[in-house]
C-alpha cells in the first residue's frame, strides 16, 4: 500500500519540475491543492515568467509577506504585465497595503491601462474625475481664501480710513474751539478798545471843536463818497462834508473812504487798521494791519495776525467781517478780494476760486 501511494506523488513531482509554468497556474486555480503553488510558481517565476510572478506575489500578499510580494509584481510589471501593474497600483491606493502614494498607485493604473486592463483605464478616469474635483475644491477654497483676505484688507484700510477722517475732525474742532476762543478775545478786546477810543473821539471833538472856532472848512479834501471826504491836517486825517466842513476832526494816520457807511481808518495810537461810523466812532477796533471795503454785500476783508512786509500783508489770514465786527467767514483764507456781484476770488490751501457770501465754493460763469 505504501508504494502504491508513493509512485503517483513521485511522478507528480517530476512532471511539475518539467512545467513549473503551467502547473503554477493550475495548481493555483485549484482551491483544493494551491497549497502546492508557491514551488511552482516560485520556479516559474526564477525563470522570468510575468505570469508566475504575479501568480507568486498573489500567494505572498495572502501570507502577509508584502515586500516580497511587490518585488514580484514589480518583475511582472516591468514585462507590461496588465494584471501586476493593476496589483502594485492597489498597494500605493488609499487602503493599500503600502505606504499611500497617490501619485504612484495614478503612474501604475495608467500603465495597466496602456497594456490593456480596462479596470485600470476606469480607475484612471475616476482617479482623474476625483483629482480635478479636488482641483476645483483647492482654487474655489484658494478663491474664497483671497476674498477674504481682499475683504480684511479692504475692512482694515476703511478703518484706518475712517480713523483718519476721526483724528482730521478732532483736530478740525480743535483748531475751530481754539478759533473761536481767539475770536471770543478778540472781541472783549476790541470792545474794550471802542470803549476807550470813543471817549478820546469825544475829548478830541470837543478839543477841536474849541480849537477850531470859526475855521470849520477845509480848502483841499480828497474826493467824496457818500457824502464825506477824507482830508490831512497836520500830518493827521479826518472828514469833512460836501460844504467842505470838518464833520470828524483830524485824528487818525491815515483814513479810506466811506463805502456802506464804513470807513477804514489807522489809528495814530497804535499804527493798526479799524472801522468808524459816519460820526466817527469805532465800529470795528483798530487791531489789523489790513482792511479791505465793505461791499454790497456788506462784508469787508480783514487780515488776522501776521504783519507787514514790503507793503504787504504776511503771516497771517483773511477773512470777512460783518458791519458789526462779526466774523461772516473765518479767517482761514491765503487771499482774498472784495466782493462783486456775490461772490470774491480767495485763495485757501493753494486752491484759487470764488466763494460767495456765505464761504460756499461757486463756479465762475
Same mark, same amino acid.
Given at each position: 500500500m505504501k508504494a502504491y501511494y508513493l509512485i503517483p506523488f513521485v511522478f507528480v513531482l517530476s512532471a511539475c519540475s518539467?512545467?513549473?509554468?503551467?502547473?503554477?497556474?493550475?495548481?493555483?486555480?485549484?482551491?483544493?491543492?494551491?497549497?502546492?503553488a508557491d514551488t511552482f510558481c516560485e520556479n516559474a517565476a526564477l525563470k522570468g515568467d510575468a505570469d508566475s510572478q504575479y501568480l507568486l506575489a498573489e500567494i505572498l500578499l495572502k501570507k502577509g509577506d508584502i515586500e516580497r510580494a511587490k518585488e514580484n509584481l514589480e518583475k511582472a510589471a516591468n514585462q507590461k504585465h496588465s494584471t501586476a501593474l493593476f496589483s502594485l497600483a492597489q498597494l500605493y491606493d488609499k487602503g493599500g497595503k503600502l505606504e499611500e502614494n497617490l501619485d504612484t498607485a495614478r503612474f501604475y493604473y495608467q500603465k495597466s491601462c496602456y497594456a490593456g486592463e480596462m479596470k485600470a483605464c476606469v480607475?484612471?478616469?475616476?482617479?482623474?474625475?476625483?483629482?480635478?474635483?479636488?482641483?476645483?475644491?483647492?482654487?474655489?477654497?484658494?478663491?474664497?481664501?483671497?476674498?477674504?483676505?481682499?475683504?480684511?484688507?479692504e475692512k482694515r484700510k476703511?478703518?484706518?480710513? *475712517?480713523?483718519?477722517?476721526?483724528?482730521?475732525?478732532?483736530?478740525?474742532?480743535?483748531?475751530?474751539?481754539?478759533?473761536?476762543?481767539?475770536?471770543?478775545?478778540l472781541a472783549e478786546s476790541n470792545q474794550q478798545m471802542l470803549q476807550k477810543l470813543s471817549e478820546i473821539t469825544q475829548q478830541q471833538q470837543k478839543s477841536s471843536e474849541s480849537s477850531v472856532d470859526s475855521q470849520t472848512t477845509v480848502s483841499s479834501p480828497k474826493k467824496f463818497y457818500e457824502g464825506l471826504a477824507a482830508y490831512e491836517e497836520n500830518g493827521l486825517w479826518g472828514f469833512v462834508n460836501t460844504q467842505n466842513q470838518i464833520v470828524i476832526p483830524a485824528q487818525f494816520a491815515?483814513?479810506?473812504?466811506?463805502?456802506?457807511?464804513?470807513?477804514?481808518?489807522?489809528?495814530?495810537? *497804535?499804527?493798526?487798521?479799524?472801522?468808524?461810523?459816519r460820526s466817527g466812532r469805532y465800529v470795528i477796533a483798530p487791531a489789523y494791519h489790513c482792511l479791505g471795503y465793505f461791499s454790497a454785500e456788506g462784508?469787508?476783508?480783514?487780515?488776522?495776525?501776521?504783519? +507787514?512786509?514790503?507793503?504787504?500783508?504776511?503771516?497771517?489770514?483773511?477773512?470777512?467781517?460783518?458791519?458789526?465786527? *462779526?466774523?461772516?467767514? *473765518?479767517?482761514?483764507?491765503?487771499?482774498?478780494?472784495?466782493?462783486?456781484?456775490?461772490?470774491?476770488?480767495?485763495?485757501?490751501?493753494?486752491?484759487?476760486?470764488? +466763494?460767495?457770501?456765505?464761504g460756499n465754493w461757486v463756479r465762475e460763469k
Amino acid at each position: 500500500m505504501k508504494a502504491y501511494y508513493l509512485i503517483p506523488f513521485v511522478f507528480v513531482l517530476s512532471a511539475c519540475s518539467d512545467n513549473d509554468v503551467d502547473e503554477c497556474k493550475k495548481v493555483s486555480q485549484n482551491k483544493d491543492i494551491n497549497g502546492l503553488a508557491d514551488t511552482f510558481c516560485e520556479n516559474a517565476a526564477l525563470k522570468g515568467d510575468a505570469d508566475s510572478q504575479y501568480l507568486l506575489a498573489e500567494i505572498l500578499l495572502k501570507k502577509g509577506d508584502i515586500e516580497r510580494a511587490k518585488e514580484n509584481l514589480e518583475k511582472a510589471a516591468n514585462q507590461k504585465h496588465s494584471t501586476a501593474l493593476f496589483s502594485l497600483a492597489q498597494l500605493y491606493d488609499k487602503g493599500g497595503k503600502l505606504e499611500e502614494n497617490l501619485d504612484t498607485a495614478r503612474f501604475y493604473y495608467q500603465k495597466s491601462c496602456y497594456a490593456g486592463e480596462m479596470k485600470a483605464c476606469v480607475k484612471v478616469e475616476a482617479l482623474e474625475k476625483a483629482e480635478k474635483a479636488e482641483k476645483e475644491r483647492e482654487e474655489k477654497r484658494e478663491r474664497r481664501e483671497r476674498e477674504r483676505l481682499a475683504a480684511e484688507a479692504e475692512k482694515r484700510k476703511l478703518q484706518q480710513e *475712517n480713523a483718519r477722517l476721526v483724528e482730521e475732525q478732532k483736530k478740525q474742532a480743535e483748531q475751530q474751539q481754539k478759533l473761536l476762543q481767539e475770536q471770543k478775545k478778540l472781541a472783549e478786546s476790541n470792545q474794550q478798545m471802542l470803549q476807550k477810543l470813543s471817549e478820546i473821539t469825544q475829548q478830541q471833538q470837543k478839543s477841536s471843536e474849541s480849537s477850531v472856532d470859526s475855521q470849520t472848512t477845509v480848502s483841499s479834501p480828497k474826493k467824496f463818497y457818500e457824502g464825506l471826504a477824507a482830508y490831512e491836517e497836520n500830518g493827521l486825517w479826518g472828514f469833512v462834508n460836501t460844504q467842505n466842513q470838518i464833520v470828524i476832526p483830524a485824528q487818525f494816520a491815515y483814513a479810506g473812504r466811506f463805502s456802506q457807511g464804513r470807513a477804514a481808518v489807522k489809528s495814530n495810537k *497804535n499804527q493798526l487798521w479799524g472801522f468808524i461810523d459816519r460820526s466817527g466812532r469805532y465800529v470795528i477796533a483798530p487791531a489789523y494791519h489790513c482792511l479791505g471795503y465793505f461791499s454790497a454785500e456788506g462784508l469787508a476783508g480783514v487780515y488776522l495776525g501776521g504783519y +507787514i512786509s514790503n507793503g504787504q500783508c504776511v503771516g497771517g489770514k483773511w477773512g470777512y467781517m460783518d458791519k458789526n465786527g *462779526n466774523w461772516v467767514i *473765518n479767517p482761514v483764507l491765503d487771499d482774498a478780494t472784495r466782493f462783486s456781484k456775490g461772490k470774491a476770488k480767495v485763495t485757501y490751501k493753494g486752491h484759487t476760486g470764488f +466763494i460767495d457770501r456765505y464761504g460756499n465754493w461757486v463756479r465762475e460763469k
